[in-house]
């Protein structure tokens, strides 16, 4: 009787666990040792077919909840059809090579942590390798670019919006160049255009990080953007202009006239030019 009582017992725990396991979604977290992360599919998802998708990451102490939480970045990865991912720094800020001091955690790799946040979305939920985006905000822009220099051939885009690297801005990227299409503010004062001083750090020029990503990856010389490839009102009034790499590869800056924030047509934009190739 105790036997059968104990395996009871180890039954429900099984059991237990899975619904836990089960439970990972937009408003649970997806845990990663002492890191997590957190996955919606896009409405209608029949949980089999394969889709693409977006990681976000956050600016200055937000969290992945909170990007769960933005109904506009939800309603946008409804229209494209592809999961939103919402990562989480390690502490307030994301810990990256010249960050300041202040809500980092030190010793913390980031990068390790987007492989980690990479490799268990697609061991755990249908989506398509070849169709993932990084797309940040600020702090997150910082840490949008980061992985564009290090991990540029694990990703099909990246779509820094209103940050760049911390100084001393990198002479060289550990990773191929991949597609990378920046969004700024002409009036932005968080993180200007020319950056800031931080505490005891220093932001980047937006000017350096895109010279030197061309640099690097080989692009062509500047032109204007494609007449309805995301200049136009629809995209948020941008304002943008190409550089063309090898294999479809595109280095896209755009400026808007507003301060330091971003919308989610945006983040809509840089998905149809950067992963489908649309006006690209």
Request: proline share 4%.
């Amino acid at each position: 009787m105790r036997a059968i009582l104990g395996l009871a017992l180890v039954g429900v725990l099984v059991l237990g666990s899975g619904r836990q396991a089960a439970a990972c979604g937009p408003e649970s977290d997806c845990v990663l040792g002492d890191r997590h992360y957190r996955i919606r599919m896009p409405a209608g998802h029949d949980g089999a077919a394969r889709v693409g998708a977006i990681l976000y990451a956050h600016g200055y102490k937000g969290s992945a909840a909170g990007a769960m939480g933005n109904a506009a970045l939800g309603a946008m990865a409804d229209r494209l059809g592809v999961a939103l991912v919402a990562v989480k720094s390690a502490g307030d800020d994301w810990t990256l090579p010249g960050a300041p001091s202040m809500g980092v955690v030190p010793g913390t790799d980031e990068v390790a942590y987007f492989d980690r946040v990479r490799a268990d979305v697609l061991a755990r939920f249908p989506i398509d390798a070849a169709r993932l985006m990084v797309a940040g905000f600020s702090a997150g822009a910082m840490m949008t670019w980061t992985l564009a220099c290090a991990r540029g051939g694990d990703y099909a885009a990246f779509l820094p919006m209103a940050g760049t690297f911390w100084r001393p801005m990198p002479e060289r990227c550990g990773g191929p160049a991949a597609t990378v299409i920046h969004i700024h503010g002409t009036a932005d004062r968080i993180v200007p255009l020319e950056g800031r001083q931080v505490e005891d750090a220093r932001q980047g020029s937006v000017a350096e990080a895109l010279a030197m990503y061309a640099r690097i990856g080989e692009f062509g010389p500047v032109r204007e953007a494609v007449a309805g490839a995301g200049a136009d009102a629809g995209a948020g009034a941008l304002r943008c202009e190409d550089r063309h790499g090898a294999g479809d590869r595109l280095l896209r800056f755009c400026l808007h006239d507003g301060g330091h924030s971003f919308r989610a047509e945006h983040v809509e934009m840089g998905w149809r030019v950067g992963v489908e190739g649309a006006g690209g």
